[in-house]
């Protein structure tokens, strides 16, 4: 999974980790530094790219035990952003239904994401649908 993150430019760009990734979790790191807004705290586009991420590599987590090569895009997103973030934050994504079988080789997955701050307060919370296609 780290030789993929690392083709990915925004990661870097963003400064965006992997923190640690099971079958159940997937957790990423952000830093404010580099990703702040006009106000000082996070840029909303920078917290959603790391959201989405989360969901990305927990679905891709799930495919990594299915035979053959699987390919995972977002479908589709909603984010709510309940409070400012002003320091770096952890993105954590989890299943938030069981994965839907859609005929041979697709699969679809839903992730719910929270960001939080270094206080452990949720700030943003973001629910993503996943497809994966086997290759």
């Known amino acids: ?7 990915i ?3 870097s760009a963003l400064g965006i980790s992997l923190v640690s990734l099971t079958g159940e979790e997937a957790v ?4 404010l530094a ?6 000082g ?3 909303a586009g920078s917290l959603y790219a790391a959201m989405v991420l989360a969901g990305w590599c927990l679905t891709m987590k799930l ?3 299915r035979e ?5 895009v977002i479908k589709d997103s909603r984010v709510s952003f309940l409070r ?3 320091g770096d934050c952890r993105a954590v994504a989890r299943f938030r239904k069981p994965p839907l079988e859609r005929g041979e080789g697709r699969v679809a997955v839903f992730a719910e994401v929270s960001a939080c701050d270094v206080s452990n307060r949720r700030c943003v919370l973001f629910h993503g649908e996943y497809r994966a296609n086997r290759r």
């Open 1 to 7: 999974m780290i030789e993929v993150l690392k083709r």
């Open 9 to 11: 430019e925004a990661v």
């Open 28 to 31: 990423v790191s952000i830093p």
């Open 34 to 39: 580099g990703n702040r807004n006009d106000k």
């Open 41 to 43: 705290t996070f840029f």
């Open 63 to 65: 495919c990594s035990g």
């Open 68 to 72: 053959g090569r699987w390919e995972a």
């Open 84 to 86: 400012p973030v002003t």
